[in-house]
């Protein structure tokens, strides 16, 4: 396993060996391929849903400055 810690006066890399089991390796090594086989539909998944929740919020502040506006110009 490696560190690596860095700020504005120094930079340290740490190493450190780990004993993990067989079935332990089997598991993250078969979690590690699907994550990657898959990390493009993932990242597109993500992304998409970021650009949904974007869109509502720049919708809901529209309609609410346009309310805002109205009333302001209706209350003179």
Sequence with gaps: MTLTTQN??????LHKD???????AK???SLNAAYLRNRNWI??????VLVI???I????YR?????R????KNGK
């Design 53 to 55: 929740i974007g869109g």
């Design 8 to 13: 504005n006066q120094y930079a340290k890399t």
């Design 69 to 72: 506006d109205l009333h302001a």
């Design 63 to 67: 309609v609410r400055r346009r309310k």
């Design 57 to 60: 919020l720049v919708k809901v």
């Design 18 to 24: 780990v004993l993990i089991t067989t079935s332990q």
């Design 27 to 29: 598991y993250i090594n």
């Design 43 to 48: 990242l597109g998944g993500v992304a998409v």
